[in-house]
């Protein structure tokens, strides 16, 4: 599955969250969020580790009861990336990518990434999932990333907007008329360019958007990306756990 790579899962998770403190070790259905994301990723054979990175005790106990490794990283980290990033260099040993799976993932399907998997073979520097938009919610939602991509699958741009605009089309023809593509934010990066990408300072593009994944299309990196059929359902505040609850995902 993973391509003859030698490749560590790396779980982000803070305890400190603006619009959901404690999100991590919230109960799911008699477990935590975060030992359901720990256990989905578990599922896919061929990993070399599986970490959960965090800031905070009260989460690294709970990993470590239910029988995780847990690597304890600094509290001044603004992005996933760079937490995987100081992983990474207390690995003590050499490794070809690091997968950044969100630590608010516990529905995660282990599918999709044994489909990011699949990109290990082209040693592509960076990978990460897009998905076909369905309905016309999501396709003018700012809250969900757009992509679009060239021919061979590289990202050219991300947008909290709908892209491309359709001139002349009615908006409501729109998803009759393109296939449109949101971003599933499951990243994997190829280990020498992680360093490179965690040195980075922030760009105007990723400041105007609030997208990191901008930063390093703005630095020239190419971002490989692979359709899934898979869903994402992540849990970003109360709201969207009450609505996971109704929809009877907690028997997943």
Same mark, same amino acid.
């Given at each position: +599955? +993973?391509?003859? *790579? *030698? !490749?560590?899962?790396?779980?982000?998770?803070?305890?400190?969250?603006?619009?959901?403190?404690? *999100?991590?070790?919230?109960?799911?259905?008699?477990?935590?969020?975060?030992?359901?994301?720990?256990?989905? !990723?578990?599922?896919? #054979?061929?990993?070399?580790?599986?970490?959960?990175?965090?800031?905070?005790?009260r989460i690294q106990q709970a990993a470590?009861?239910?029988?995780?490794?847990?690597?304890?990283?600094?509290?001044?980290?603004?992005?996933?990336?760079?937490?995987?990033?100081?992983?990474?260099?207390?690995?003590?040993?050499? !490794?070809?990518?690091?997968?950044?799976?969100?630590?608010?993932?516990?529905?995660?399907?282990?599918?999709?990434?044994?489909?990011? #998997? #699949?990109?290990?073979?082209?040693? #592509?520097?960076?990978?990460?999932?897009?998905?076909?938009?369905?309905?016309?919610?999501?396709?003018?939602?700012?809250?969900?990333?757009?992509?679009?991509?060239?021919?061979?699958?590289?990202?050219?741009?991300?947008? $909290?907007?709908?892209?491309?605009?359709? $001139?002349?089309?009615?908006?409501?023809?729109?998803?009759? &008329?393109?296939?449109?593509?949101?971003?599933?934010?499951?990243?994997?990066?190829?280990?020498?360019?992680?360093?490179?990408?965690? &040195?980075?300072?922030?760009?105007?593009?990723?400041?105007?958007?609030?997208?990191?994944?901008?930063?390093?299309?703005?630095?020239?990196?190419?971002?490989?990306?692979?359709?899934?059929?898979?869903?994402?359902?992540?849990?970003?505040?109360?709201?969207?756990?009450?609505?996971?609850?109704? +929809?009877?995902?907690?028997?997943?």
């Amino acid at each position: +599955m +993973m391509q003859g *790579k *030698k !490749v560590v899962a790396v779980i982000p998770a803070r305890y400190a969250s603006t619009r959901f403190p404690g *999100k991590p070790l919230v109960d799911i259905g008699g477990k935590s969020m975060i030992q359901r994301t720990f256990e989905r !990723v578990s599922a896919v #054979a061929g990993w070399h580790r599986i970490i959960i990175a965090t800031d905070d005790v009260r989460i690294q106990q709970a990993a470590v009861a239910f029988g995780a490794e847990v690597c304890m990283t600094r509290e001044d980290h603004v992005s996933g990336t760079d937490r995987c990033a100081e992983v990474m260099e207390n690995l003590g040993e050499p !490794v070809d990518y690091i997968v950044n799976i969100q630590g608010d993932e516990p529905f995660i399907e282990p599918a999709q990434l044994t489909e990011l #998997a #699949a990109g290990f073979a082209t040693n #592509a520097p960076i990978l990460t999932l897009i998905k076909r938009v369905e309905d016309e919610n999501t396709l003018f939602s700012i809250n969900t990333p757009k992509v679009v991509i060239n021919e061979q699958g590289h990202a050219l741009y991300f947008s $909290r907007q709908t892209i491309p605009f359709l $001139r002349g089309v009615a908006q409501e023809d729109w998803l009759s &008329q393109h296939s449109f593509f949101k971003h599933i934010g499951l990243y994997a990066y190829r280990a020498d360019i992680l360093r490179e990408l965690s &040195q980075l300072k922030p760009s105007a593009l990723e400041l105007a958007e609030s997208l990191e994944q901008l930063r390093w299309l703005e630095k020239g990196y190419v971002i490989q990306t692979i359709q899934t059929e898979y869903e994402a359902i992540g849990i970003d505040s109360p709201a969207d756990l009450e609505k996971i609850k109704k +929809m009877g995902f907690l028997g997943a």
